[in-house]
Structures are given as structure tokens and as C-alpha cells.
Nanobody, 126 residues
């Protein structure tokens, strides 16, 4: 079982930046996929970004493309989400997620992921 712990959320003004971190307890494998989702009150959990740990391609929601960057530190078993040019619409609880054996068509689907962190609140407001 994989345990995920997010950190880095907080309050930021529009146009500001935050970097979220997700520390994983399990060793990476060729089948591991990790990503970020977010959920605002009354809304469905929404895909943000994802990648295959051993792959080279990243995937982003259109709403964050060009502003957010997903990356990893293999030595620390940690995934990051760098968020720039934040907007009030980005306000949500952000969740780190992981799974194995995901097919490409499922990478943007929350139900395809098996393990989730507790979430970290990001609030973008003046």
C-alpha cells in the first residue's frame, strides 16, 4: 500500500506562485503513475497534471497548461507541482494520487488511481 503526504498549500494573491510536494512511501516502478487532482466545494474532482514515473511525457489539463509544472525528485521519492500565475479559479483542495497499470486513456480519470493523499488547501485571493 502506498502512502502519500502532500504539503505546500496556503494562501496566495492572484498572480502569485506556490509549490506543492507529495512524498511517497513506496519505491517507484516502471508501472507507477503519479498525478495531481483538485476539488473545489460542490465540484467534481478535476484532473490537473500527471506523468508516468519511468516515462518522459507529462500531461496537463488545458486550464493549467503553461502555468503549472509537474516534476519529480527520484532520490526523495517526491512529486512536485509548481503553480505559477495563480488565479482565483485555482482555489481548491489539491490531492496527490498514484496508481499502477493505468492505460493512457485513463490518466486524466480520478477513479483510475488507487492511492490518495489527504489533500492540501490552496486559496488564491486578494
Amino acid at each position: 500500500q502506498v502512502q502519500l503526504v502532500e504539503s505546500g498549500g496556503g494562501l496566495v494573491q492572484p498572480g502569485g506562485s506556490l509549490r506543492l510536494s507529495c512524498a511517497a512511501s513506496a519505491r517507484a516502478s516502471s508501472s507507477l503513475t503519479m498525478g495531481w487532482f483538485r476539488q473545489a466545494p460542490g465540484k467534481e474532482r478535476e484532473f490537473v497534471a500527471t506523468f508516468r514515473w519511468m516515462g518522459g511525457r507529462t500531461y496537463y489539463a488545458d486550464s493549467v497548461k503553461g502555468r503549472f509544472t509537474i516534476s519529480k525528485d527520484s532520490a526523495k521519492a517526491t512529486v512536485y507541482l509548481q503553480m505559477n500565475s495563480l488565479e482565483p479559479e485555482d482555489t481548491a483542495v489539491y490531492y496527490c494520487a498514484s496508481g499502477t497499470g493505468l492505460i493512457t486513456s485513463s490518466l486524466r480519470t480520478a477513479t483510475a488511481y488507487s492511492y490518495w493523499g489527504q489533500g492540501t488547501q490552496v486559496t488564491v485571493s486578494s
